[in-house]
């Protein structure tokens, strides 16, 4: 059993920065890519950014790049989200996933979620 828990979410101006982290334990966090998700409401859960296991393969999200930055930390089992410059529409629940195998940036193929953390940016 894999479990995931996001935290570092809250309600912040636009234009500042917040950095969310998500603690796996269960299994071999190093094994595992993972990814970002983001859902406003009335929208469709949606990719913000991925890292394999070894921090080699990176990808973000167009409408992210260059204010948000994923890292992890294999020795504490955590992954990161920097959000710099953030904006109103950023304003979503953010979920981190993870899967066995390389990166993907569809939902449909992470198998274990967190139960998300609310981001909140006042225009």
């Known amino acids: 059993q894999v479990q995931l828990v996001e935290s570092g979410g809250g309600l912040v101006q636009a234009g500042g920065s917040l950095r969310l982290s998500c603690t796996v334990s269960?299994?071999?966090?190093?094994?595992?890519?993972m990814g970002w998700f983001r859902q406003a409401p009335g929208k469709e859960r949606e990719f913000v950014a991925a890292i394999g296991w070894s921090a080699l393969s990176i990808l973000h999200a167009d409408s992210v790049k260059g204010r948000f930055t994923i890292s992890r930390d294999n020795a504490k089992n955590t992954l990161y989200l920097q959000m710099n410059s953030l904006k109103f529409e950023d304003t979503a629940v953010y979920y981190c996933a993870a899967r066995a195998g390389t990166v993907v940036l569809t939902s449909a193929g992470y198998r274990y979620w967190g139960q998300g953390t609310q981001v909140t940016v006042s225009s």
């Open positions: 269960g299994r071999t966090f190093s094994s595992y890519s």
